[in-house]
């Protein structure tokens, strides 16, 4: 039987320092010096056990001791480095380490330059799987003989203003003392502050700010004397 051949990656991260106190690199610097010499990599400050500051430095030991003289002076107390086999990787790691855990001594927030934004595409799955779970719920129904058929959903259904007005007609309200008027398209939509709705109700909580309104109620349009009156009479005439 032939054996599977092992391919043996190599790793990013050659070797590692953690939680070392800051004093180590006053009284044992030479110590630090033969260790870390010549190589490059990640280094944190901790405040304690509070993550303070994360970079990426050519020369670690250099860069380390210099933040015990600028801006984060006194602000930490142990130093934890990692040495990076690879130059190129180092800025993507620093920059998924700022992401991830926002030290409060960096100012500047990670950035993925050559890493793709995947919102888009969650908002578009979790999309298709809500439309699938809706047609789960309302898009089918039991015939007498057990079985499953799906249900016609007229083009109306979501607009329930489509075929009222066949070549349009504004609408109106009067809110707070203030008066609103908005437009219904042939199709049904409704279209107010410069905004489309599907339903009447939906264009009234646009003027009210309210979470829940029946624009039946809300909404009046002109009949053929020319009188106001509100639009649920049209379901009434229907």
Same mark, same amino acid.
């Given at each position: 039987?032939?054996?599977?051949? %092992?391919?043996?990656?190599?790793?990013?991260?050659?070797?590692?320092?953690?939680?070392?106190?800051?004093?180590?690199? /006053?009284?044992?610097?030479?110590?630090?010096?033969?260790? %870390?010499?010549?190589?490059?990599?990640?280094?944190?400050?901790?405040?304690?056990? @509070?993550?303070?500051?994360?970079?990426?430095?050519?020369?670690? &030991?250099?860069?380390?001791?210099? *933040?015990?003289? /600028?801006?984060?002076?006194?602000?930490?107390?142990?130093?934890?480095?990692?040495? %990076?086999?690879?130059?190129?990787?180092?800025?993507?790691?620093?920059?998924?380490?700022?992401?991830?855990?926002?030290?409060?001594?960096? &100012?500047?927030?990670?950035?993925?330059? @050559?890493?793709?934004?995947?919102?888009?595409?969650?908002?578009?799955?979790? !999309?298709?799987?809500?439309?699938?779970?809706?047609?789960?719920?309302?898009? *089918?129904?039991?015939?007498? /003989?057990? !079985?499953?058929?799906?249900?016609?959903?007229?083009?109306?259904?979501?607009?329930?203003?489509?075929?009222?007005?066949?070549?349009?007609?504004?609408?109106?309200?009067?809110?707070?003392?203030?008066?609103?008027?908005?437009?219904?398209?042939?199709?049904?939509?409704?279209?107010?502050?410069?905004?489309?709705?599907?339903?009447?109700?939906?264009?009234?909580?646009?003027?009210?700010? !309210? %979470? &829940?309104?029946?624009?039946?109620?809300?909404?009046?349009?002109? /009949?053929?004397?020319?009188?106001?009156?509100?639009?649920?009479?049209?379901?009434?005439?229907?």
């Amino acid at each position: 039987m032939e054996k599977k051949r %092992i391919i043996k990656t190599k790793s990013i991260v050659t070797g590692h320092l953690e939680k070392i106190g800051a004093k180590v690199l /006053d009284d044992f610097s030479s110590v630090i010096t033969d260790i %870390i010499k010549g190589h490059q990599g990640i280094y944190a400050l901790f405040k304690k056990d @509070r993550l303070y500051y994360v970079g990426l430095a050519r020369d670690l &030991k250099r860069r380390i001791n210099a *933040h015990n003289k /600028d801006r984060h002076q006194n602000k930490w107390t142990h130093f934890s480095l990692y040495i %990076i086999r690879k130059e190129e990787h180092i800025k993507e790691i620093e920059s998924l380490v700022l992401r991830i855990a926002y030290p409060a001594g960096n &100012k500047i927030k990670g950035n993925l330059k @050559r890493s793709n934004d995947l919102r888009p595409l969650l908002k578009s799955k979790l !999309k298709d799987q809500w439309i699938k779970q809706l047609d789960g719920i309302i898009g *089918h129904k039991t015939r007498s /003989d057990g !079985k499953i058929s799906k249900v016609k959903i007229k083009k109306s259904d979501g607009r329930p203003l489509q075929g009222y007005f066949s070549t349009g007609k504004s609408i109106y309200a009067n809110y707070k003392n203030k008066e609103y008027r908005a437009f219904v398209f042939s199709n049904g939509r409704i279209k107010v502050n410069g905004k489309i709705f599907n339903s009447p109700s939906m264009a009234g909580m646009e003027v009210t700010k !309210k %979470i &829940k309104l029946n624009g039946w109620k809300f909404w009046k349009y002109k /009949d053929k004397n020319g009188e106001l009156v509100y639009i649920d009479k049209l379901r009434n005439n229907r």
